[in-house]
């Protein structure tokens, strides 16, 4: 599409690569954060805009960085939300009350059923259509902020970003007005093909606790997939994968498989469950997470696999792995991630549809 004005919600690693993306093919950019994330807003605003090197470089200006919501909304036709599951709720709690008909909304990533968390926050029916509502199947970027208002962006993906609306009616719409951006962006059958092809929950939690001693013990000094990833772990990635895959072909849905998306991202040579994490290009230099008490668990275990494992229980599925990952990180983390439930379809106010309507999404 020609000039848009895209507003970004979030300031982390994906909030800064989303916003100096669209800036630089040419649209209007504002970045707003809450105030409960000052810093990065801030050097932005400092600077005038986001340097970035990696793959993709140089230097885009931002429009906007800052904490008023009604100055970042300013003209905003597409509103790209980023960051994890767990800000969600938040962002579309702060967003929702100031969008007026008209207007896009993407959840990037989705993480786990983002649109329908998106819409139920926002007082949206799944099938309204005033405002456009959708969600990405991953964040197309491996990136890093590396120093104040400047990110490295080791990769862009190549393909494989999947997009969905909710309704499906709304999901040309948002192809067409990314596209310009993410040329390797497809049609996605339904929002939860986004949500389930999400390969986060199925690599780093497995990554993450067979890895947890030495976490622990270097501090996360070590490369998280080069290092992490052996036959042994990528025998138990690779199960969680196959659960993941059954739970799609109960719904009906199209998922590739991790490895064979990896290659279509152009993260990875190898479509295997090894080798090919470890010496993929697009994961090289990726350090491990300081510590345990980390997104990699208590988001893609604490939202992902608590979601994926609901989910399996209603279309008949069994998910042993998932299952034994999640007791794994409830115990090392000491919490209950089941009892929480952060994320399910009783969550999400769907608990009392039907499977038909569930898989008609």
């Given amino acids: 599409m020609s000039d848009m004005n895209v507003t970004v919600v979030g300031s982390g690693n994906g909030g800064l690569a989303t916003a100096f993306d669209f800036a630089v093919h040419g649209h209007t950019v504002r970045l707003f954060d809450s105030p409960h994330f000052p810093d990065h807003v801030a050097e932005v605003a400092a600077a005038g805009g986001i340097h970035a090197t990696g793959e993709i470089e140089g230097f885009a200006q931002m429009a906007y960085s800052g904490h ?32 007026l008909p008209g207007q896009a909304v993407l959840v990037c990533p989705a993480s786990c059923a983002g649109a329908i968390t998106f819409k139920r926050i926002a007082g949206l029916a799944l099938d309204d259509e005033t405002i456009t ?31 969905a609306g909710l309704p499906r009616s709304g999901t040309g719409r948002l192809l067409s007005m990314i596209q310009g951006v993410y040329p390797g962006a497809e049609a996605a059958d ?38 992490g990833v052996t036959e042994a772990v990528g025998r138990a990635i690779e199960a969680v994968d196959r659960e993941r895959l059954a ?25 295997n469950y090894s080798s090919g994490y470890s010496t993929a290009p697009g994961f090289l230099g990726i350090g491990a997470q300081s ?19 609901d989910l399996a229980g209603r279309v008949g599925v069994e998910t042993p792995t998932m299952e034994a ?21 009783a969550t999400l106010g769907l608990d009392s549809m039907s499977d038909g309507d569930l898989a008609a999404l």
Avoid: W
Wanted: glycine letters at 10%; charged letters at 15%; aromatic letters at 8%.
């Fill in 325 to 345: 990952l999640i007791t794994m990180a409830s115990v090392v983390l000491a919490r209950d991630f089941r009892a929480e439930g952060a994320r399910t379809l």
């Fill in 291 to 309: 510590q345990l008490e980390h997104r990699y668990l208590t988001e893609d275990v604490g939202y992902s696999l608590v979601f994926l494992t």
């Fill in 247 to 271: 739970i799609a072909e109960a719904l009906g849905v199209r998922v590739l498989s991790e490895p064979d998306l990896g290659v279509l991202q152009g993260y990875m040579r190898e479509a």
């Fill in 190 to 227: 339904c929002v939860f093909a986004t949500t389930l092809q999400n390969g986060n929950p199925v690599i780093h939690p497995a990554v993450t606790l067979l890895n947890a001693g030495l976490i622990e013990r270097t501090t996360g000094a070590f490369l998280f997939y080069e290092e």
């Fill in 68 to 99: 008023d919501i009604g100055d970042g909304l300013e003209g905003a036709e597409l509103v790209v939300l980023v960051g994890p599951a767990y800000s969600t709720e938040h962002q579309a709690a702060v967003v929702a009350p100031h969008l």
């Fill in 133 to 163: 509502v959708g969600e990405t199947s991953t964040l197309p970027y491996a990136v890093r902020i590396v120093a104040p208002g400047r990110i490295n962006v080791f990769h862009k993906l190549a393909g494989g970003v999947f997009v």
